[in-house]
């Protein structure tokens, strides 16, 4: 005898109603300070020209409308109409509807490319929900689970945990907003949908505000707050941000508050495969390439030079390989500081190809024809093997892109504004003062 589930009553009509009391203000303000995470995920998906991508729980579409400026064909589900009536402003030809998150309204294998930006897990049935979504989606297409990222040390977790003293007590067994916060909560829930998880990664997305007012409108149009605000008053909601806020706040009068968000990314396990948690031949040679050339990043030593704070003993790992703060002086020549070599496409290496990677690795050779600095170790790397190198690329591209740009290059005759790394003879650095002397006058 076969057991049936029950499934749990759906939740549009009241979060229909909560998301959209505030919607422009949400689209306005809101919406946008996670841009960042939007152009990461959809980056990592490679969702592009021909992709088929949906946003299940898509707001006012900003997501939506970065995965059609790069040429997918978007469609987006929500519960609140008038975040759905921004939507079809943003993206006329896009195809929004309303409606459930456990009932999508698509054919099975309709989408490459289905993402849940904190939405999965706020459904009513949020197992449902993640199933339907495996269910739109292409036997080789993506699924991606975008939650909070850890509540420790996060300073927007603060912001966030402001409003439960004013919320109404939630029913028996509610998820809070961090509850697949964990890596092994997160894999979890996606293998429980029948999902192989593929890689995790954080990404680390500032609330930036220009000041209090603007901070607030966006803070208080958010479906959470207007229940906060159903249950007790519109200004104790915004007394209780604005009191949050206050520690962030600027010299100049904006704020910025550090958030940090985790994506999933996960792949359909096979019918027969489910057992093994196998991918198919071709992912799994994907999968041994970028962990080779993880392994041979490591070995090589590539985080020393090119990952922020390593020289001081305190590598900023949310930005592996993001560009370093130390410059290396070479006599004659100048300062150079250490690349950003993260896929990101205005500081990092989002424009080059793998191909250009192994060049540069292997011969010194820019794709703009300038040769490397002398720094870069490229002629010991000359020896990789063309397996070897090609894996270096393929990790490099599949890091989470950093937006650093690094000072420099620094010529012989130019001032340097970046702690410097060099070689001194020891009469020159017998006159160099001590830590906490003054510069010799």
């Known amino acids: 005898?076969?057991?049936?589930?029950?499934?749990?009553?759906?939740?549009?009509?009241?979060?229909?109603?909560?998301?959209?009391?505030?919607a422009r203000d949400w689209a306005d303000i809101q919406e946008g300070v996670v841009r960042k995470l939007y152009e990461t995920v959809l980056e990592r998906m490679r969702v592009g020209r021909g992709t088929r991508y949906l946003d299940a729980g898509c707001g006012s579409g900003l997501a939506a409308q970065i995965a059609a400026s790069r040429g997918a064909a978007v469609s987006g589900i929500d519960a609140a109409e008038a975040l759905l009536a921004i939507a079809r402003e943003r993206v006329p030809q896009g195809d929004f509807q309303r409606g459930d998150l456990e009932a999508l309204p698509y054919p099975e294998r309709a989408f490459d490319a289905v993402t849940g930006f904190n939405s999965f897990q706020f459904a009513g049935n949020q197992a449902v929900a993640l199933g339907e979504a495996r269910r739109v989606t292409k036997p080789d297409g993506t699924v991606a689970i975008v939650t909070w990222g850890e509540p420790e040390g996060m300073e927007a977790a603060s912001v966030v945990g402001a409003l439960r003293p004013l919320m109404p007590p939630p029913p028996p067994g509610a998820p809070g907003p961090f509850a697949l916060s964990q890596q092994a909560a997160l894999r979890r829930f996606a293998a429980d949908a029948k999902l192989k998880p593929v890689e995790i990664f954080d990404v680390d997305t500032p609330f930036f505000y220009p000041d209090q007012a603007t901070a607030l409108r966006g803070l208080n149009s958010s479906g959470v707050a207007t229940r906060a605000i159903e249950h007790s008053s519109r200004t104790v909601v915004t007394e209780a941000h604005a009191k949050a806020i206050a520690p962030f706040r600027q010299a100049d009068g904006s704020y910025r508050i550090q958030a940090t968000f985790r994506c999933l990314l996960a792949k359909l396990m096979l019918a027969g495969l489910l057992l093994a948690g196998a991918l198919t031949p071709t992912a799994h040679a994907a999968d041994r390439q970028v962990a080779r050339g993880k392994y041979l990043v490591t070995l090589g030593g590539c985080n020393d030079c090119h990952t922020p704070g390593s020289f001081f003993g305190k590598p900023d790992m949310k930005r592996t390989l993001g560009g370093s703060d130390v410059g290396f002086a070479i006599p004659g020549m100048g300062v150079f500081v250490g690349a950003n070599l993260t896929p990101d496409k205005e500081t990092g290496l989002g424009t080059w190809t793998k191909q250009q990677i192994v060049t540069a690795l292997t011969t010194g050779k820019r794709p703009d024809g300038r040769m490397l600095a002398p720094v870069m170790p490229w002629e010991e790397f000359a020896h990789l093997t063309r397996a070897d190198a090609l894996a270096i690329a393929a990790y490099l591209k599949s890091l989470?892109?950093?937006?650093?740009?690094?000072?420099?290059?620094?010529?012989?005759?130019e001032k340097v504004t970046v702690f410097v790394m060099s070689v001194q003879p020891a009469d020159v650095y017998n006159t160099l003062p001590q830590p906490g002397e003054p510069p010799a006058k």
């Open 400 to 413: 989470p892109p950093v937006q650093h740009k690094v000072a420099g290059p620094f010529g012989p005759n």
């Open 1 to 22: 005898m076969t057991a049936v589930v029950q499934p749990k009553a759906t939740t549009s009509d009241v979060n229909g109603k909560l998301w959209s009391a505030g």
